[in-house]
């Protein structure tokens, strides 16, 4: 019932959007906010829909943001992301960061290619001076291929083909792509993710069968 119901909101969400619901960022293009798309599955769903949010300080000085998504008490998408808290409001735009990938693996995106607020985040210029970054260690970028690969089962879950699962990936990339940046700069992590990858895509094809 619950992915009957999921697929019938996804299709009014997308039926829904008009072009004055997207952010204008100027020569960056448009964007759909997280707070329009919160808002849509608030009045689509009601109470049978539930986003907890929660963080953690790592111990690297940085905080780790996720989401939980529940329809029907069920957990059916978890959004996270991460970013040094060292700015105003950080706290509160990283959560709404995760919200935003957290709807987006369900399925509730626009066509734009990352969340007006990473966007607003990414052009804001950056008046302090800037201060190198401390090198993950290799324990996190593993943390990271485990998140994306869970990214991917999620997603593969709800895609009816393997065309359908490439679809549904691109705007997940362009949400995770810091993540896979760093990620790739580990063969052995990168390898993981391409075997997962590619399993998934056969297990979609046998699904068919």
Do not use: C
Not at 11 to 27: E, H, M, V
Not at 58 to 71: D, E, P, R, V
Not at 180 to 186: A, C, G, R, V
């Amino acid at each position: 019932m619950i992915e009957r119901s999921l697929k019938d909101a996804i299709q009014q969400f997308r039926k829904n959007i008009d072009d004055s619901d997207y952010a204008n960022l100027g020569a960056k293009g448009k964007y759909l906010t997280v707070p329009y798309r919160i808002k849509f599955v608030r009045d689509y769903f009601g109470e049978r829909m539930s986003i907890q949010t929660e963080s953690t300080e790592l111990a690297n000085g940085s905080h780790k943001f996720k989401a939980n998504i529940y329809i029907d008490d069920k957990l059916v998408s978890v959004g996270e992301s991460k970013q040094m808290k060292n700015a105003d409001k950080e706290f509160e735009k990283q959560q709404t960061v995760s919200i935003g990938r957290g709807l987006s693996i369900l399925g509730f995106f626009g066509d734009e290619l990352a969340t007006a607020e990473e966007m607003e985040q990414f052009l804001k210029p950056q008046k302090k001076i800037l201060i190198k970054p401390m090198a993950k260690p290799k324990a996190n970028i593993k943390q990271l291929a485990d998140e994306w690969i869970e990214v991917l089962k999620k997603t593969a879950t709800h895609s009816v083909s393997v065309g359908k699962f490439e679809q549904n990936l691109n705007p997940l990339r362009q949400e995770y792509l810091s993540d896979l940046k760093q990620i790739n700069s580990d063969l052995i992590q990168q390898q993981r993710i391409d075997q997962e990858y590619i399993s998934l895509q056969k297990t979609i094809t046998n699904r068919k069968k």
